[in-house]
């Protein structure tokens, strides 16, 4: 799902195209039947590529306070790794899909279907692969972690830059065939500033989920192969390990200080910077500000040593790359385009079916029809926990985030610190949680659960918040001059007014919580062990005993349960609130 | 040295020749938006396009630019066919279509940058066009820090740079209010006169008969549905032309009068308005309020049940695009008449002008069920229906394969609010359904 940086016109794009994806067709059949297709024989390839177990063990992590700083540095790096491949990723497949029809019908549902896709499930293949790759090397082991990163934030970001080149608006495409930009003019003038906002605001947004798959990627055992990469996630999976709090606390603290960082030094300039290419002709709204970005706009010395790129960047926009378009291509006659457009649908089934019955082959090589049932029961086990948690969670947050959101002032304070908070790793913390269990002795099925809302409730807060206060003071007013009050408020004045900002929040909030399962179902803290019955513990025990076909099993479950959590729920719902609850 | 000007005056820059735009509908055939539009721009001369939405003449013209290739017949311009985007052509939009992202200098650079013209010379040429154009100290504003007429200016600014022969317009004032859109055009017409712009022709489109009248050396209307020439006329006013003139006024008063003429002599007149026939017409969505607005506004002094559309355009404040579809509706509700550029209420109008709030409802919906056949075809349906229910994609459907899925929605949104004015039937959004029961 895209995320919105509060922008109403952009929502509501999205939702026209959301509207177009709720019931299941035959692409997203198609899309699924492929990608698991991908997926085994990545798992084929894994298995042959035998790493050597002792790879990493030239160097091992320390828990040395010394070491910290350098533990950070190479975690926020692997992160913005992991950010480029992704904007390529975008711009490249996105581009595609907005361009091409034929590549469309396979690409959007192939998104859709990977947004589903547990992150976390993956790693037990790419690691695997990646080492066998580079054997002998370190680089094996850190294009896993940055592909685990990739995996949590490309599809988004395509999905938001795919939307943004296909609302383009009419006049101002009219005024670039006008002029005869060229295909490379046309996108650096036209396309990407129209873009930039969804694009920034998805790749910040992923960035904050990203620190979270970080975390649990470094450290990673697949059958008896185990990496740990020097990193804040190894540090912590070392302490755990030791039972050493004083080090979790350490990871906790230098977490915080680099998502405060990053806030400060990253995420902020750049919305800041990139509130200009907002698609709005009319001043007004409350800018995104950055001391930072002021600071930098207001350096002499920044402005001279930009000027060179800033030559550079001129006599770029010169190129004439790309053929200059000459009205529509004429058309191919209607039945050649017919005919080719069934034989392309032909190909892709028939890829699509190839895909269903060599999956269906390699799992039914070791694994029974017991083994799908427990792994549905797993994933029913799993949903209930993800409906109740948010629903907990939104009924905590709703009311507090209303009262938040209607008091400019808090809010004002607060809302950078629900960010901050959806942006932290969650996974740092669970090691307390575990503590207090087994001190307390209760019900793991139970209490190990709201680790998996945790990290993700922060989402419903800032959204409620955004969408209480950009509500309307002439309809606050009204409510008030009409003594609308308790029940009767929340039902016909406010709950309907932040709808479509808490369907938005709660739909993340659920996607998060699915992947979380995997880490949040099964926690250690020394040797003790904690497990909670569901389909995140199967997957995570699957990962753990490097058992392939099981792990695509749980994978492949768990994405059938959210895509159809998100198309029989959430997708409907955000239609709904688009077009009953829109305020303008 | 005069000889030289006259020989540019006469030069015919486009030539359109028997262009048809039209649109595949699928099983429904193909809608036409232009139908056999022949036109010839010559050097020194505005041109202006005056016809109502639908007409095709911003089709037109976006053919004439090269955004979009006709179905049939061909464009020239200076003789040769026009198949790219031509350079020497250049566009006004109506909504300015500027780069939010880029300030008005670079704004007016694009053009510029895409013909590949160094750095230094293309701040040099941009800066004069912003110079000739009235926006010297605007340089580096963002379009969202100006006005809509400061907007206009760069837009034209961008369009003039590249130094184009063929000046487009697409309703270039339309989006901005009274007193900025004739400083526009005011300024416009000045520095055409004085000859200080490059440009040696202008097409412009508009639905606003004043303003065609006061600039245009010729007019071509248009009719809707499917978009025709019906009528050319040159106009040989003296410029500066005052607004009071009688001889303005006259021409004014014409070109109303042909607009509302019947396309065909023999044809009834009030079905002819609309495109399509029994429950295949394709319905404007007029508000009630508005109906009844112009009804009251007719029925009462100094016109008392009889107006001419121009003077009441001006006192309404309305352009021929909002005034038109208001008075057709009328029509084909024998609410009132239109003849020559005039409207007259029925007896039922003024009935319907004098009456209260419920006899006014009555009124509408026996109007409705003799002369909308589609409202009356609902009707009918719910009336046999035991649940008196009936879903209203049932009807969507049924329109489309006489229109286009648009013009359907339109239409059947139409009918939707006059019914429920009327409260001759109830449609519930939620189930899209239509019903009998009007909530109590």
Redo the contacts between chains.
């Keep these: 799902m895209i995320f919105q940086p509060h922008n109403r016109s952009s929502q509501s794009d999205a939702a026209a195209l959301a509207r177009g994806r709720i019931a299941p067709n035959i692409y997203d059949l198609i899309a699924f039947a492929m990608l698991a297709a991908l997926v085994m024989l990545l798992a084929r390839g894994a298995a042959d590529m035998r790493a050597p177990a002792d790879l990493l063990s030239t160097s091992p992590v320390t828990l040395d306070i010394g070491n910290l700083p350098e533990y950070a540095l190479r975690t926020t790096l692997r992160m913005f790794a992991a950010i480029i491949v992704s904007l390529i990723f975008t711009f490249v497949v996105a581009t595609l899909a907005a361009k091409s029809r034929r590549a469309e019908m396979v690409i959007i549902p192939a998104l859709d279907i990977l947004q589903s896709v547990p992150v976390l499930g993956f790693l037990t293949f790419t690691v695997t692969f990646f080492l066998g790759l580079f054997p002998g090397s370190q680089l094996g082991a850190e294009c896993a972690a940055i592909f685990a990163i990739f995996t949590a934030q490309a599809w988004n970001m395509a999905f938001s830059f795919y939307q943004s080149l296909r609302t383009v608006?009419a006049?101002?495409d009219?005024?670039s065939?006008?002029?005869?930009?060229?295909a490379w003019?046309r996108f650096w003038?036209?396309e990407a500033?129209f873009a930039?906002p969804g694009l920034i605001w998805n790749t910040m947004m992923s960035m904050s989920g990203g620190w979270f798959f970080v975390v649990a990627s470094e450290a990673i055992t697949v059958g008896n192969t185990t990496v740990q990469l020097p990193g804040i996630g190894s540090w912590l999976a070392l302490a755990i390990d030791k039972q050493d709090f004083k080090a979790v606390a350490w990871a906790v603290a230098t977490m915080a200080v680099l998502i405060l960082l990053y806030d400060q030094l990253l995420f902020r300039p750049v919305v800041a910077w990139a509130d200009?290419?907002?698609?709005?002709?009319?001043?007004g709204q409350e800018k995104p500000r950055s001391w930072l970005y002021d600071v930098l706009r207001h350096t002499r010395l920044i402005k001279i040593a930009g000027l060179p790129f800033s030559w550079v960047w001129?006599r770029a926009?010169?190129l004439?790359l790309g053929r200059?378009?000459?009205?529509?291509p004429t058309p191919s006659p209607l039945w050649l385009a017919k005919a080719l457009d069934y034989l392309w649908l032909a190909v892709i089934i028939g890829v699509a079916l190839w895909g269903i019955v060599a999956a269906i082959n390699y799992i039914s090589q070791t694994l029974g029809w017991h083994d799908v049932f427990e792994a549905f029961s797993g994933g029913l086990v799993t949903l209930l926990r993800v409906i109740l948690l948010i629903a907990l969670a939104s009924l905590i947050w709703v009311p507090i985030g209303v009262w938040i959101g209607l008091r400019p002032a808090i809010a004002e304070r607060v809302q950078p610190l629900a960010q901050f908070l959806a942006a932290f790793p969650a996974n740092v913390l669970f090691p307390f949680a575990v503590v207090a269990i087994v001190a307390t002795g209760v019900n793991p099925n139970v209490w190990l659960s709201p680790l998996m809302v945790l990290g993700t409730q922060w989402y419903i807060l800032f959204n409620v918040i955004a969408g209480a206060s950009a509500f309307p003071s002439d309809l606050k007013e009204a409510a008030a001059v009409f003594r609308i009050r308790s029940w009767s408020w929340w039902k016909n004045v406010i709950l309907p007014g932040i709808f479509p900002y808490y369907v938005t929040g709660a739909l993340t909030a659920s996607g998060g919580s699915w992947n979380a399962s995997i880490v949040a179902e099964v926690v250690s803290w020394g040797n003790t062990r904690l497990e909670a019955f569901g389909l995140g513990s199967y997957i995570a025990k699957a990962t753990e005993a490097g058992d392939f076909p099981r792990v695509i099993l749980g994978i492949a479950v768990m994405s059938l349960f959210v895509t159809l959590f998100n198309r029989i729920l959430w997708r409907p719902l955000y239609v709904f609130a688009e077009r009953r609850m829109r305020l303008n | 040295m005069n000889e030289a000007i006259t020989l540019k005056k006469n030069r015919p820059l486009v030539e359109v020749r028997g262009v048809c735009q039209t649109y595949d509908k699928g099983s429904a055939g193909k809608l036409i938006v232009l139908d056999q539009v022949g036109l010839t721009l010559t050097s020194g001369e505005i041109v202006g396009l005056l016809g109502r939405s639908g007409s095709g003449k911003s089709t037109l013209l976006r053919s004439i630019a090269g955004l979009i290739q006709p179905s049939q017949g061909e464009i020239t311009f200076e003789g040769a066919k026009v198949t790219g985007t031509p350079d020497g052509i250049a566009m006004v939009f109506q909504s300015f279509a500027l780069f939010p992202w880029l300030t008005v200098l670079q704004n007016v650079e694009l053009g510029l940058e895409a013909q590949g013209v160094s750095p230094a010379e293309r701040r040099q040429r941009a800066l004069s066009a912003i110079d000739l154009i009235g926006l010297d100290g605007f340089e580096s504003a963002y379009p969202k820090e100006l006005s809509g007429g400061m907007r206009q200016r760069v837009g034209l600014a961008r369009a003039l740079v590249v130094h184009p022969k063929v000046l487009l317009m697409d309703e270039p004032f339309s989006a901005l209010d009274v007193l900025t859109a004739e400083t526009l055009r005011t300024d416009l017409l000045d520095l055409w006169s004085e000859g200080r712009m490059p440009i040696e022709s202008i097409l412009m489109v508009t639905h606003n008969i004043e303003e065609a009248v006061l600039m245009c050396d010729r007019v071509m209307i248009f009719s809707s549905n499917p978009g025709r020439v019906v009528a050319e006329l040159r106009i040989d006013l003296p410029q500066p032309r005052n607004r009071q003139d009688p001889a303005f006024r006259a021409l004014v008063e014409d070109i109303y009068a042909r607009m509302t003429a019947r396309k065909e002599p023999g044809s009834p007149a009030r079905d002819g308005v609309f495109p399509g026939t029994g429950i295949a017409m394709i319905l404007p969505r007029v508000s009630t309020n508005l109906l009844s607005g112009l009804m009251e506004a007719v029925a009462a002094p100094p016109y008392n049940g009889h107006a001419d559309l121009p003077p009441l355009a001006a006192s309404l404040q309305l352009e021929i695009d909002d005034l038109f579809p208001i008075a057709e509706t009328l029509q084909l509700l024998r609410f009132a008449e239109l003849v020559e550029g005039d409207i007259q209420l029925t007896a039922a109008g003024k009935r319907f002008a004098e009456s209260e709030v419920d006899a006014r409802k009555q009124l509408f919906a026996q109007q409705l069920a003799a002369y909308v056949p589609l409202a009356a075809h609902i009707r009918r349906v719910l009336d046999e229906r035991s649940g008196h229910k009936a879903p209203a994609r049932r009807f969507r459907d049924e329109l489309e394969d006489h229109m286009s899925e648009e013009y359907a929605d339109q239409t059947v949104r139409a009918v939707i609010s006059w019914a429920r004015y009327a409260e001759y039937f109830a449609y519930d959004e939620e189930s899209d359904l239509f019903t009998l029961d009007n909530p109590v």
């Design positions: 608006p006049d101002l009219e005024v065939r006008g002029f005869g930009l060229s003019q003038r036209l500033p930039a200009k290419f907002r698609f709005e002709q009319t001043a001129q926009m010169l004439r200059r378009r000459i009205v529509e």
